[in-house]
Each structure stands twice: as structure tokens, then as C-alpha cells.
């Protein structure tokens, strides 16, 4: 089955600092690799994703780049600020039929004011 | 608010017992998962429904067992629980198109804790 290993497991960056995320997944037929924010006390909330057939997708300061040959995604948060302090989840599903999507262990980010 | 109800918030029980949890889907949402987050884990897959019926399963223990009802609401039911089970539980839900998962919605998740 599909495995997802994401680095780092923590991260503090100065307010105004960027912040990068990166994962990497097994399956090369993985097709859909979405990002989740989990602030305290909440479940995880989609902020961003990307397809296989688009290479980078932007979002205001979120941006997440995917490498379809070296099997690896990332996520960049530019002009950090306080709020973006959170665990942040990179995940990628499977094509076919209801396949499951399978998390990384989360990245902690700490924005530093 | 996701959408997606999740009961009880927290629970404490005993080595040995069985629990319930519940989980409400977002309106029109036939499909449901169960999360297990462990300390410093990420989000483990357990188990989907889709409109009742089991699509896919994860690393779920067989002393725990879920069900999706008519009505769409989910359980995941935990038996002969031990101290290693205590974890946050996350059920999340979706709008599936031809098997392909979009979105998910995840509840506020049931934190179990096993003493």
C-alpha cells in the first residue's frame, strides 16, 4: 500500500519567515495529494491541493509544488504569521475506486512572533 | 464547523471495556472514515463506508468493528480495550464520485482514554 513520509516533524520559523513541508509517497499511482492544517482541540482542515496533472498550484502565501518523478510534494507558506502555528498533514490517495487516502505524520510549525 | 458531529468528545474507560463512538456526516455525504491519532502519530486509516457498505479497510485491529446505518451515521465500536487504544478518533466524511475521494471532512474527534 501506499506509504507517506513527511519532514520535519517540527518546525519554528520567525513571523514573516517562510515555512516549507516536504513529503514523499510510494505509490507512483497516487493521483491526488491534498494538505490538512489541524489547529488545537480540532480535527484537520483541507487548506490546499494538487493533482498529478498540474505541477504547482498557488493559494495567496500557500503554494504546494509536486515532483511526479521523484515522487515527492511540498508545501510552502511564505509571510508566515502567528495563526499559521498549527500540525500540518500531507496525504495522497490512490487512483481507482475508492482508494484511501493515506496521511504523513504531520509537521508542527511554530511561527514565532 | 466541518459539518461532520462526532459523540462523546471524550471518553475514559477501563481495560477490558467496550465503547461507542458515533459519528454524523456532513449532509449529503455518503461516505465516512474513521482516523486513529496516536501521540505523535500521524492519522491512521481504519476503515470507509459508502452508503452502508464496508470500501475499504485499513489497520484495523479486529477487536474493533464500525457499521455505517440507513440514515448514514457511522460507529466504530471498540472492544477487550487496552491501554494502547487510548487516542484520538477521527471520523470525516466526503462527497465520493465514482470512487474517487474529494474532500474530507473531519469531525472534532472522540479522545478515548484507557486507564
Known amino acids: 500500500g501506499e506509504n507517506v513520509e513527511q519532514h520535519p516533524s517540527t518546525l519554528s520559523v520567525q513571523e514573516g519567515d517562510s515555512a516549507v513541508i516536504k513529503c514523499t509517497y510510494s505509490?507512483?499511482?497516487?493521483?491526488?495529494f491534498p494538505w490538512y492544517k489541524q489547529e488545537l482541540g480540532k480535527g484537520p482542515q483541507l487548506i490546499i491541493d494538487i493533482r498529478s496533472n498540474v505541477g504547482e498550484k498557488k493559494d495567496q502565501r500557500i503554494a504546494v509544488t509536486l515532483n511526479k518523478t521523484a515522487k515527492h510534494f511540498s508545501l510552502h507558506i511564505t509571510e508566515t504569521q502567528p495563526e499559521d502555528s498549527a500540525v500540518y498533514f500531507c496525504a495522497a490517495r490512490g487512483s481507482g475506486g475508492y482508494q484511501k487516502v493515506t496521511f504523513g505524520t504531520g509537521t508542527k510549525l511554530q511561527v514565532i512572533p | 464547523d466541518s459539518g461532520v458531529t462526532q459523540t462523546p468528545k471524550h471518553l475514559i474507560t477501563a481495560t477490558g471495556q467496550r465503547v461507542t463512538l458515533r459519528c454524523s456526516p456532513r449532509s449529503g455525504d455518503l461516505s465516512v472514515y474513521w482516523y486513529q491519532q496516536s501521540l505523535d502519530q500521524g492519522l491512521q486509516f481504519l476503515i470507509q463506508y459508502y452508503n452502508g457498505e464496508e470500501r475499504a479497510k485499513g489497520n484495523i485491529l479486529e477487536r474493533f468493528s464500525a457499521q455505517q446505518f440507513p440514515d448514514l451515521h457511522s460507529e466504530l465500536n471498540l472492544s477487550s480495550l487496552e491501554l494502547g487504544d487510548s487516542a484520538l478518533y477521527f471520523c470525516?466524511?466526503?462527497?465520493?464520485?465514482?470512487?474517487?475521494?474529494?474532500?474530507?471532512?473531519f469531525g472534532e474527534g472522540s479522545r478515548l482514554t484507557v486507564l
Open positions: 505509490d507512483s499511482a497516487s493521483n491526488y
Open positions: 470525516a466524511s466526503s462527497v465520493t464520485s465514482g470512487g474517487n475521494t474529494g474532500e474530507l471532512f
